[in-house]
């Protein structure tokens, strides 16, 4: 299983924090250092839809420019400016075995391992 994020971000280190104590095994991908894969970011976009994957509630896009803002209309846009702005990627998105996940909802994640789905 890996997980993507970023370090410092808080809703990734308690999603890090419930796997580590489930004693889910998983390789962490921080994109502030690793970089951010076009083609990996593009397929969860497809999965999750670009609107999904796009953080808007972020201080990151909160600071862009509305001109930007407004630019940002569809997948292959969004892509652009995630790969460019890698916080601006909703985090974590987690690539498991069986299942993939985008978000941190302690209560899906349990039901989850419950399931056999977050591995």
């Not at 890996?2 to 890090?16: E, F, L, P, Q, S």
Request: proline share 3%; glycine share 8%.
């Amino acid at each position: 299983m890996k997980v993507y994020g970023i370090k410092n971000c808080d809703t990734v280190k308690k999603a890090r924090k419930f796997l580590e104590e489930a004693g889910v095994d998983y390789t962490f991908h921080d994109y502030k250092k690793e970089g951010v894969d076009a083609d990996k970011l593009t397929a969860f976009v497809g999965e999750f839809g670009w609107d999904t994957v796009l953080n808007r509630k972020g201080t990151t896009w909160r600071k862009l420019d509305d001109e930007v803002k407004e630019s940002v209309s569809d997948a292959q846009s969004a892509i652009a400016l995630m790969i460019e702005n890698p916080s601006m990627i909703k985090r974590p998105i987690v690539e498991g075995e069986m299942k993939n996940f985008i978000g941190f909802d302690p209560v899906a994640w349990e039901m989850a391992l419950e399931l056999g789905e977050l591995k």
